[in-house]
């Protein structure tokens, strides 16, 4: 990746997380940037954003660790 595209995209991530804290979703940077990918690959993103409720209320079974969409 060019040096310009590279700091557009950490712009736009640094956007994304500044507006994902604001709305309090408990995402970190890295699950914010994993979706941003997986929409960029065309998975819808209201099935993604569902998933990530899901997975928000399910109580933890990665052996006592919290997921990071916490």
Request: net charge negative.
């Amino acid at each position: 990746m060019d040096p310009e595209a590279s700091r557009t995209a950490r712009e736009s991530l640094d956007l994304a997380f500044g507006m994902s804290n604001i709305l309090d979703t408990g995402l970190d940077r890295h699950t914010l940037s994993v979706l941003i990918a997986l929409c960029d690959l065309g998975i819808n993103p209201e099935a993604l954003a569902t998933v990530v409720k899901e997975l928000q209320k399910e109580p933890s079974s990665f052996g006592g660790r919290t997921p990071s969409v916490n």
